[in-house]
T-cell receptor, first 116, second 114 residues
């Protein structure tokens, strides 16, 4: 597609429920990132996929968080047993690789998660 | 691992005044540097980037930034701001090795007032 597409745009859930967020990157972009942006705060790195390499999961805050990517296409971020602290906008971004195209990110509009 | 520091969380400025948003980075290897902007209720978009070559880079909307290797800085400047420049500005860094992730600073809220 023309841009990075994320769904749902808004999700309200009850504490303890599982949620799944989806990201469709730009076709041909081998790198895909998930970031979290809490209200009034900066971007918090969660996970990074690059081609067929093992993902960099160093930013995932707990084992309740996981993410998958099918080849160089769709990615899903799953949050199990959601907590109120998980409320945030979850941003997906993709980029071309190798440099210099790498890391010039195109961001999606984000998925706003509210945990009641 | 690399890191980015944006010391100013908020910068108020009057319209038509100059502005500088500070960014310092830490890395043991060569870096690429970026500024992204997030306008109110919009997604992030690239403002400008430094990959190599001239240390002074120009971006959209009249912004520019200068890469200073000795001071490990990449400050963003604009000689005369407009109300429409009100936004959150994020500095970001990545190592030049292929496949390395992008690390963002905590952002600076630029508020332009009349």
């Amino acid at each position: 597609g023309a841009g990075v597409s994320q769904s749902p745009s808004n999700k309200v859930t009850e504490k303890g429920k599982d949620v799944e967020l989806r990201c469709d990157p730009i076709s041909g972009h081998t790198a895909l990132y998930w970031y979290r942006q809490r209200l009034g705060q900066g971007l918090e790195f969660l996970i990074y996929f690059q081609g067929n390499s093992a993902p960099d999961k160093s930013g995932l805050p707990s084992d309740r968080f996981s993410a998958e990517r099918t080849g160089e296409s769709v990615s899903t971020l799953t949050i199990q047993r959601t907590q109120q602290e998980d409320s945030a906008v979850y941003l997906c971004a993709s980029s071309l690789a190798p440099p210099p195209g790498a890391n010039v990110l195109t961001f999606g509009a984000g998925s706003r998660l509210t945990v009641l | 691992a690399q890191s980015v520091t944006q010391l100013d969380s908020q910068v108020p400025v009057f319209e038509e005044a100059p502005v500088e948003l500070r960014c310092n980075y830490s890395s043991s290897v060569s870096v690429y540097l970026f500024w992204y902007v997030q306008y109110p209720n919009q997604g992030l978009q690239l403002l400008l980037k430094y990959l190599s070559g001239s240390t002074l880079v120009k971006g959209i909307n009249g912004f520019e930034a200068e890469f200073n290797k000795s001071q490990t800085s990449f400050h963003l400047r604009k000689p005369s701001v407009h109300i429409s420049d009100t936004a959150e500005y994020f500095c970001a860094v990545s190592n030049t090795g292929g496949g390395n992730k992008l690390t963002f600073g905590t952002g600076t809220q630029l508020k332009v007032e009349l």
